[in-house]
């Protein structure tokens, strides 16, 4: 990678002149480096620092678990291969262990990875995560997508991509998720100008606004945008209470929505309300608010889903929900 080694030292840079005690990056990074990197890292960690981690260079999913390559993994045939690499969701739950006050982590490292066809598991990019509680995470694209190293052959800046809009907006008196969802902007902006899609994912399980300073601020913006900056936006509210009679119903959820949409209403939103839909109304509801011209639709989900390897799945009353046969307590719909 052209830019991976510079994207480390820019961060680097801004990280210090925050007030972060760094780990610096050494050039090509080996396992050893990598690992043993990691464990002062980790050493240094108390229930009063602000940690942050950045990562650049290459990371792939084998079997829906994430890898981060160090510089002298070979060209990765088989799962033995991987013995060296570092498992991102070792690396999150080692810090949550230590329990910092904060912790920001950033990876720009769904690069397109060394891999020979014959490796089992293998998939594009990185898959979708899980941030551990009291975690910010970003990663530089999407699920499945490729982070850009550079836009095209004559592209002479010494960032990658998404590293340099990041470095823009690093600025301390700014919150973290303010200076993601700037830089994903930025970032979605210049692939669609070179035909490419990546878009910066956010995993946001931080309690409260994360500053890059590690300072707790009170005030500033709070609850819902002002009145009269929705206007071109609409919102699809499905409030699910209950599935086919199988558990007691949640007292929430229709509460909660009829709430949401009066709020939503007041700002000047178009609101939608399904109350235990199927999952074609669902559907058909969020079309008809796409066809309406809106800048943004909202869509917020209230009650019963679950989880099976990773994917998240509504539990609808008259649908269907193919991972439902992984949770305990529902019975498996049909296709």
């Known amino acids: 990678l052209r830019t991976a080694q510079q994207d480390a030292l820019s961060v680097t840079e801004r990280l210090s002149s925050a007030g972060y005690e760094i780990d610096a990056p050494s050039p090509r990074q080996g396992v050893v480096d990598i690992l043993l990197q990691f464990e002062r890292f980790l050493s240094r960690i108390d229930r009063t620092s602000a940690a942050f981690v950045f990562l ?4 792939l999913q084998v079997g829906g678990t994430n890898y981060f390559l160090p510089s002298d993994i070979p060209k990765l ?17 080692s810090i949550a262990m230590r329990s910092p006050a904060q912790t920001i982590v950033v990876l720009d490292c769904c690069r397109n990875a060394p891999v020979s066809g014959e490796l089992a598991g293998y998939n594009p990019g990185l898959a979708s995560s899980v941030a551990p509680r009291g975690f910010f995470v970003a990663y530089s694209a999407g699920s499945g997508e490729f982070a850009l190293d550079q836009l095209d052959d004559g592209d002479a800046s010494p960032n ?3 590293t340099r809009h990041l470095l823009g907006h690093l600025q301390p008196d700014r919150s973290i998720y303010d200076i993601i969802s700037a830089t994903r902007a930025s970032v979605i902006r210049d692939a669609q100008s070179v035909g490419h899609a990546q878009h910066p994912a956010i995993y946001d399980q931080s309690p409260r606004p994360y500053w890059l300073d590690g300072q707790y601020r009170l005030g500033g913006a709070q609850g819902l945008t002002p009145i009269g900056t929705m206007k071109e936006q609409g919102f699809v509210i499905v409030a699910n209470d209950d599935y086919r009679g199988i558990a007691s119903p949640l007292k929430s959820p229709r509460g909660d929505a009829a709430k949401l949409a009066q709020a939503f209403e007041g700002l000047g939103a178009d609101v939608a309300v399904l109350r235990n839909p199927s999952r074609d ?9 796409a066809s309406r011209g809106y800048e943004r639709v909202g869509f917020v989900w209230l009650g019963r889903g679950c989880l099976h390897k990773l994917q998240a799945a509504g539990i609808m009353r008259n ?16 296709e």
Do not use: I, W
């Open 77 to 93: 045939t088989s799962e033995d291969d991987l013995k060296g690499a570092l498992q991102l969701d070792y690396m999150l739950e």
């Open 160 to 162: 990658g991509v998404f």
């Open 281 to 289: 109304e669902v559907l058909a509801s969020c079309a008809a608010m």
């Open 56 to 59: 650049a260079g290459h990371g």
């Open 319 to 334: 649908g269907e929900c193919r991972t439902a046969g992984a949770c305990k307590g529902f019975e498996a719909e049909p």
